[in-house]
């Protein structure tokens, strides 16, 4: 009998060892998942005041309203955490873009690129002004006219 109790003794033992071992591991993926979320919740676009909270120092560009879809693009391209605001005070309204300071250099390249893409828009040709040359062009070209006549029956 005294065997039967040793053995489940050391049953109940490992049962409660076992479910520490599952508790704390539990435990460690959740605040994994929770370091991962807070990372990954703080990239790109953001609110001002998520962005503030960085305590990294902030910086700020006024742009256009036009132009923001674009900075967007080449933002996310080069992974700077970011927040627009809009400045309603003043007719039209602006829109600030901050960054953080340490995104500063990352940044300016960015906006460089983003500023050359805008000058290479402006040189480039319309495509719709392209395309009313062209239908001009055919309208003007002789080519064959084809009438077709419908048959009556009585």
Known sequence: MKLQEEIEQKTFNIMISTTKLS???V?????????????????????????LRQNR??????????GIRGLERYAKKYGIDYAIRKDTSEV?????????APDAE??????????ASLLNKDKRPSVLAKLHELVQAAAELPGKVRHKEQERGL
């Not at 039209?92 to 953080?100: D, G, T």
């Not at 990352?106 to 500023?115: G, I, L, Q, V």
């Open 23 to 25: 508790a704390r591991t």
């Open 27 to 51: 435990l460690r993926a959740v605040k994994a998942a929770f370091r991962l979320y807070q990372s990954k919740a703080s990239q790109g676009k953001q609110s001002v005041r998520t962005l």
């Open 57 to 66: 120092g902030v910086s700020s560009v006024e742009i256009s309203k036009t």
């Open 92 to 100: 039209p309204p602006r829109y600030l873009v901050f960054f953080k």
């Open 106 to 115: 990352a940044f300016n390249s960015a906006f460089k690129e983003y500023s």
